[in-house]
Nanobody, 112 residues
């Protein structure tokens, strides 16, 4: 199953966006799902991860306290609520569960 991220856009510093991760109409894998990002000329950075059903979560220091991950298995969607956005958050955001397929991601641009 390939996951697809959506919900990116252009926002001013200090603003918020909510990203969504779906399995193209299919059921989410019964595995932990993570959010990642890749800024221009940088490697892919893991940001956050949520367990399959127990709600356990992890956050990278770069987003801790600003981003919130959640999961609605009934809607087959994982969300990433991004608050207090900074220009350095500008990147293409992806979701994945360990698949070698990453999808196109969704672009988030934060202006200063």
């Amino acid at each position: 199953v390939q996951l697809q991220a959506s919900g990116g856009g252009f926002v001013q510093a200090g603003g918020s966006l909510r990203l969504s991760c779906t399995a193209s109409g299919l059921t989410l894998p019964n595995r932990a799902i993570g959010w990642f990002r890749q800024a221009p000329d940088k490697g892919r950075e893991p940001l956050s991860c949520i367990g399959a059903s127990d709600g356990s979560s992890y956050y990278a220091d770069s987003v801790k306290g600003r981003f919130v991950i959640s999961r609605d298995n009934a809607k087959n969607t994982v969300y990433l609520q991004m608050n207090s956005l900074k220009p350095e958050d500008t990147a293409v955001y992806y979701c994945n569960y360990g698949s070698p397929y990453w999808g196109q991601g969704t672009l988030v641009t934060v202006s200063s």
